[in-house]
């Protein structure tokens, strides 16, 4: 096609500029999918942590909370819920499997979780995948932990690795369990959700290491129980943070959560996790809309900068028009020849943008999936993503007839007239 050629020697011929106006769509264009793959990735990701799980039940008080402290260790639940409680749903004819969770301390920023076996048999992430060993074996003894990939990384644990935990959550506390410490007994697979954050230790040692504690407070110097008559003698457990449920069948779900939230010896809440999920994203829609915002305002800029590069060489193509013209290309052709350049540009430039996308996504993950444990999926693009793209190319064939209809009422006599 003759429009197609002209084109692309015209582009050839003015490459300098024609590389930078690519390069500024690239960029523009990689961040709006940069943008957008985080957001789905952060999705997807959130949605997978937790999966076959048709409860949470905690102490009363807000669903999102107890979604954020219970699967993504971010806060603190406000109550506990005693033993009893906990125990009497668990014995409850509709409930399949139960995993309480006993929360509140940490060791060097990671999370602690105190839990059962039945969280290495009834947890699931994603699709149903469950916390798989890859080293040791689930906590025995009374001072054993169990740890995730991260912190195994990080802080170069292995198996016999002795460590202590602190009170609280913070990365610095003033309040270590020294006199109580703990064995690594094994080491998680990488999982990509809190889970590799995380060390677990059973519910009897999460007691223990507050054995003689009064109302969060520390025993007196010399007054604690040494670590060897808590592992002669257990502690009860009196307390958990929370815990997950299973139900036998999914028509029990709603019955069982009417039931805990209307319970009158002591207040609990329970909620449904894909359904909290989605009342979390609709908080987090204006942050998202947001960023998606700033990244459309810079693909338009860098498509404006497209339209300032070619309106700009309509000057300095005053002639080349003009003996166009004279050898017979009519109106059509020169406005075609402009609109082929303005797409041209920004083919090449989303193309660009997608291959820089798809390069920082080989890059990154790995050290996204460590340090924030989000796993951005490697795919090809999605529906959304494709939909960006083709308003882009229209943007930019709708830009470039800009100059094309300057080019086109360009006259012959005007091309050919010196000025001076």
Not at 17 to 22: C, I, Q, R
Not at 153 to 168: C, D, F, I, V
């Given at each position: 096609?003759?429009?197609?050629?002209?084109?692309?020697?015209?582009?050839?011929?003015?490459?300098?500029?024609?590389?930078?106006?690519?390069?500024?769509?690239?960029?523009?264009?990689?961040?709006?999918?940069?943008?957008?793959?985080?957001?789905?990735?952060?999705?997807?990701?959130?949605?997978?942590?937790?999966?076959?799980?048709?409860?949470?039940?905690?102490?009363?008080?807000?669903?999102?909370?107890?979604?954020?402290?219970?699967?993504?260790?971010?806060?603190?639940?406000?109550?506990?819920?005693?033993?009893?409680?906990?125990?009497?749903?668990?014995?409850?004819?509709?409930?399949?499997?139960?995993?309480?969770?006993?929360?509140?301390?940490?060791?060097?920023?990671?999370?602690?979780?105190?839990?059962?076996?039945?969280?290495?048999?009834?947890?699931?992430?994603?699709?149903?995948?469950?916390?798989?060993?890859?080293?040791?074996?689930?906590?025995?003894?009374?001072?054993?932990?169990?740890?995730?990939?991260?912190?195994?990384?990080?802080?170069?644990?292995?198996?016999?690795?002795?460590?202590?935990?602190?009170?609280?959550?913070?990365?610095?506390?003033?309040?270590?369990?020294?006199?109580?410490?703990?064995?690594?007994?094994?080491?998680?697979?990488?999982?990509?959700?809190?889970?590799?954050?995380?060390?677990?230790?059973?519910?009897?040692?999460?007691?223990?290491?507050?054995?003689?504690?009064?109302?969060?407070?520390?025993?007196?110097?010399?007054?604690?129980?040494?670590?060897?008559?808590?592992?002669?003698?257990?502690?009860?457990?009196?307390?958990?943070?929370?815990?997950?449920?299973?139900?036998?069948?999914?028509?029990?779900?709603?019955?069982?959560?009417?039931?805990?939230?209307?319970?009158?010896?002591?207040?609990?809440?329970?909620?449904?996790?894909?359904?909290?999920?989605?009342?979390?994203?609709?908080?987090?829609?204006?942050?998202?809309?947001?960023?998606?915002?700033?990244?459309?305002?810079?693909?338009v800029v860098g498509l404006l900068g497209m339209l300032v590069s070619i309106y700009h060489?309509?000057?300095?193509?005053?002639?080349?028009?003009?003996?166009?013209?004279?050898?017979?290309?009519?109106?059509?052709?020169?406005?075609?020849?402009?609109?082929?350049?303005?797409?041209?540009?920004?083919?090449?430039?989303?193309?660009?943008?997608?291959?820089?996308?798809?390069?920082?996504?080989?890059?990154?993950?790995?050290?996204?999936?460590?340090?924030?444990?989000?796993?951005?999926?490697?795919?090809?693009?999605?529906?959304?993503?494709?939909?960006?793209?083709?308003?882009?190319?229209?943007?930019?064939?709708?830009?470039?007839?800009?100059?094309?209809?300057?080019?086109?009422?360009?006259?012959?006599?005007?091309?050919?007239?010196?000025?001076?």
């Amino acid at each position: 096609m003759l429009a197609l050629k002209l084109a692309l020697k015209s582009l050839w011929n003015r490459r300098f500029a024609s590389t930078l106006t690519v390069v500024s769509i690239a960029l523009s264009v990689a961040l709006l999918l940069g943008v957008e793959r985080v957001r789905l990735g952060a999705r997807a990701g959130f949605a997978g942590t937790i999966s076959q799980t048709d409860l949470i039940v905690g102490a009363r008080g807000g669903a999102v909370p107890l979604l954020l402290s219970t699967v993504f260790h971010i806060g603190n639940a406000t109550n506990a819920v005693p033993y009893s409680a906990y125990a009497a749903i668990k014995a409850r004819p509709d409930v399949a499997w139960t995993i309480p969770l006993s929360l509140g301390d940490s060791h060097k920023g990671f999370r602690v979780v105190g839990t059962t076996e039945d969280f290495y048999q009834h947890y699931h992430y994603r699709r149903g995948e469950p916390p798989r060993l890859v080293l040791g074996h689930t906590p025995q003894a009374l001072f054993d932990v169990v740890i995730g990939s991260a912190v195994a990384t990080k802080l170069g644990y292995q198996l016999g690795s002795a460590l202590t935990l602190a009170h609280g959550v913070a990365e610095v506390s003033f309040q270590n369990h020294a006199d109580k410490p703990f064995n690594v007994c094994g080491i998680l697979a990488p999982t990509g959700t809190p889970i590799d954050r995380s060390l677990f230790i059973s519910l009897e040692g999460e007691e223990a290491i507050h054995a003689d504690w009064t109302d969060g407070a520390p025993p007196q110097s010399g007054h604690a129980t040494s670590a060897a008559a808590l592992i002669a003698q257990p502690p009860a457990v009196d307390e958990v943070t929370a815990f997950f449920v299973g139900a036998k069948s999914r028509g029990d779900t709603l019955t069982l959560q009417r039931d805990i939230n209307e319970t009158k010896a002591v207040a609990l809440t329970a909620v449904i996790p894909g359904v909290t999920l989605n009342e979390l994203w609709d908080l987090v829609a204006y942050g998202e809309n947001g960023l998606r915002l700033v990244s459309a305002c810079v693909v338009v800029v860098g498509l404006l900068g497209m339209l300032v590069s070619i309106y700009h060489s309509l000057s300095e193509r005053r002639r080349e028009m003009a003996i166009l013209r004279a050898i017979g290309a009519g109106p059509r052709l020169i406005v075609t020849l402009m609109v082929f350049e303005a797409g041209l540009l920004t083919i090449l430039g989303a193309a660009c943008g997608l291959i820089l996308v798809y390069v920082g996504l080989v890059l990154a993950q790995p050290y996204v999936e460590a340090q924030f444990g989000l796993l951005i999926p490697i795919q090809p693009p999605a529906s959304g993503e494709a939909g960006y793209l083709s308003a882009i190319f229209a943007l930019g064939l709708l830009l470039g007839a800009i100059p094309a209809w300057r080019a086109y009422r360009t006259t012959l006599h005007d091309g050919l007239t010196m000025r001076l």
